[in-house]
């Protein structure tokens, strides 16, 4: 079979995480995207263009580092819309 596919044939998508890069199960990732006013949201159904991250904190802390989002989101995103993001997942998320 070719593709992503578990033993049992059904498909998976697979996305890229925005902090360390490794394609992972869509199931696995938090899907973020902008919101109305232009902050960075977790939005699961979101609409749109977005990206992906594990739900780690190496990955979040690799997201703040990296400089390409413009390829997820289109937009740029500042440092100060990453940090803002990532300190209320991880008030929301223990690992």
Not at 12 to 41: F, H, M, S, V, Y
Not at 47 to 53: P, S
Not at 55 to 72: E, G, M, P, S
């Amino acid at each position: 079979m070719i593709g992503a596919a578990s033993a049992s044939g059904e498909h998976r998508p697979q996305r890229t995480c925005l902090g360390c890069g490794d394609k992972d199960d869509q199931i696995n990732l938090i899907r973020i995207t902008i919101g109305a006013d232009g902050e960075l949201i977790s939005d699961p159904r979101g609409y749109g263009r977005g990206g992906y991250l594990h739900h780690r904190h190496d990955c979040w802390q690799a997201f703040l580092r990296r400089k390409n989002t413009h390829r997820a989101f289109r937009v740029n995103i500042g440092k100060e819309a990453k940090q803002k993001f990532i300190q209320i997942l991880s008030e929301g998320y223990r690992e």
